[in-house]
């Protein structure tokens, strides 16, 4: 039997759920939190995800997420396999940390919105591990009502504009403590959408124009996003800025900027350079790994970016904020990725 599509698309909201394969903890300790948050936080300043609420805990984390561009399986993917890496390099463990696919559903805005982050900010008061919600740690509850709060990067204005204070909403959040909980994976339709007929209608419509696409090679894929995001000007580019280098160093560096700056898959981009997906998975990873000890590599990387974005028109968050942006779209603003690519989901 088939995996239901995931449907994607700029401005989407989903709630997401990773569970540990056979239930088992994915989180042992503080920093095993800190450091799933600190990946998060990463795709949130990369303007990738626009987080609205979180709640981790120990075999599973909740995430209610926008991706302004669309792609969620793209950041998902490598979110798990970023914080999987760390944790069984941690923990001297191998093999799958995550069981099957992860979790997703579309959220309509609104009530529906509302109700998946009270569902998710009351995950500890139903395991028992805390009363009240706010006293657990590694979730977003304080962001809203006020305390110490785990990050600074959450967007509450989205889900507090439907409350005339935080205390509205934490009277809310309240207000389903003795409820049954029911999960919002089991009243999706389908698996797949919460929301109203009219929106679960509308995501239907969209799923069925999504399924005749088929895979795209990588250059199909780059060439069907348009000039922003061509191969050659960002191939150009590297030789450019790294001509000293070696010709595999230039490869890797290429392979890292092409996943950087644009939307391919690891498929597409090994299509591209004629390598394996694995080649490029490690090549990728030794460029982050060696951005954080050279850091001259990192400020020719930097000044690759900002001619890239000159070159194509991409522009600033200051920028963007002038025209009409909704408020919690301007953190996830300060770097405006190129031209997403058409692809399979």
Same mark, same amino acid.
């Given at each position: =039997?088939?995996?239901?599509?995931?449907?994607?698309?700029?401005?989407?909201?989903?709630?997401?759920?990773?569970?540990?394969?056979?239930?088992?903890?994915?989180?042992? %300790?503080?920093?095993?939190?800190?450091?799933?948050?600190?990946?998060?936080?990463?795709?949130?300043?990369?303007?990738?995800?626009?987080?609205?609420?979180?709640?981790?805990?120990?075999?599973?984390?909740?995430?209610?997420?926008?991706?302004?561009?669309?792609?969620? *399986?793209?950041?998902?993917?490598?979110?798990?396999?970023?914080?999987?890496?760390?944790?069984?390099?941690?923990?001297?463990?191998? @093999?799958?940390?995550?069981?099957?696919?992860? /979790?997703?559903?579309?959220?309509?805005?609104?009530?529906?919105?509302? &109700?998946?982050?009270?569902?998710?900010?009351?995950?500890?008061?139903?395991?028992? =591990?805390?009363?009240?919600?706010?006293?657990?740690?590694?979730?977003?509850?304080?962001?809203?009502? @006020?305390?110490?709060?785990?990050?600074?990067?959450?967007?509450?204005?989205?889900?507090?504009?439907?409350?005339?204070?935080?205390?509205?909403?934490?009277?809310?959040? &309240?207000?389903?403590? %003795?409820?049954?909980?029911?999960?919002?994976?089991?009243?999706?339709?389908? *698996?797949?959408?919460? *929301?109203?007929?009219?929106?679960?209608?509308?995501?239907?419509?969209?799923?069925?124009?999504?399924?005749?696409?088929?895979?795209?090679?990588?250059?199909?894929?780059?060439?069907?996003?348009?000039?922003?995001?061509?191969? &050659?000007?960002?191939?150009?580019?590297?030789?450019?800025?790294?001509?000293?280098?070696? *010709?595999?160093?230039?490869?890797?560096?290429?392979?890292?900027?092409?996943?950087?700056?644009?939307?391919?898959?690891?498929?597409?981009?090994?299509?591209?350079?004629?390598?394996?997906?694995?080649?490029?998975?490690?090549?990728?990873?030794?460029?982050?790994?060696?951005?954080?000890?050279?850091?001259?590599?990192?400020?020719?990387?930097?000044?690759?970016?900002?001619?890239?974005?000159?070159?194509?028109?991409?522009?600033?968050?200051?920028?963007?904020?002038? @025209?009409?942006?909704?408020?919690?779209?301007?953190?996830?603003?300060?770097?405006?990725?190129?031209?997403?690519? /058409?692809?399979?989901?």
């Amino acid at each position: =039997m088939s995996r239901p599509l995931r449907v994607e698309f700029p401005g989407a909201i989903y709630h997401v759920m990773a569970r540990g394969v056979g239930r088992s903890r994915v989180f042992d %300790d503080d920093q095993d939190y800190a450091e799933f948050l600190r990946l998060t936080g990463g795709l949130v300043s990369d303007g990738a995800l626009v987080a609205h609420s979180f709640c981790l805990m120990p075999t599973h984390p909740h995430l209610l997420v926008e991706t302004p561009y669309a792609g969620l *399986g793209r950041w998902m993917q490598q979110l798990l396999a970023d914080y999987a890496r760390y944790y069984n390099r941690r923990h001297g463990r191998s @093999g799958h940390l995550f069981q099957a696919r992860y /979790k997703a559903i579309l959220v309509e805005d609104g009530e529906y919105l509302l &109700e998946c982050s009270r569902y998710i900010h009351l995950n500890p008061n139903r395991k028992k =591990m805390t009363r009240p919600a706010e006293l657990w740690p590694w979730s977003s509850y304080r962001n809203f009502v @006020g305390g110490p709060a785990a990050v600074d990067w959450v967007c509450t204005e989205r889900i507090l504009a439907h409350f005339g204070s935080p205390e509205e909403y934490r009277a809310y959040v &309240e207000s389903g403590r %003795d409820e049954k909980p029911i999960s919002p994976f089991e009243r999706a339709t389908a *698996g797949l959408v919460l *929301g109203s007929p009219a929106f679960v209608e509308r995501i239907r419509a969209l799923e069925k124009g999504l399924r005749p696409v088929r895979d795209l090679t990588g250059r199909r894929a780059l060439r069907q996003s348009g000039d922003l995001a061509s191969y &050659e000007l960002l191939s150009a580019a590297v030789e450019k800025h790294f001509a000293k280098v070696s *010709g595999c160093q230039q490869r890797q560096i290429l392979a890292f900027v092409l996943y950087r700056l644009t939307w391919l898959k690891t498929t597409q981009i090994a299509d591209l350079l004629e390598r394996s997906p694995a080649a490029i998975s490690m090549a990728r990873r030794r460029v982050e790994l060696r951005i954080a000890d050279d850091p001259r590599l990192a400020n020719a990387l930097r000044s690759l970016e900002q001619e890239v974005r000159a070159e194509t028109g991409a522009r600033s968050a200051a920028e963007e904020s002038t @025209g009409v942006v909704p408020t919690w779209y301007r953190a996830a603003l300060s770097r405006f990725p190129l031209a997403p690519v /058409k692809r399979k989901i």
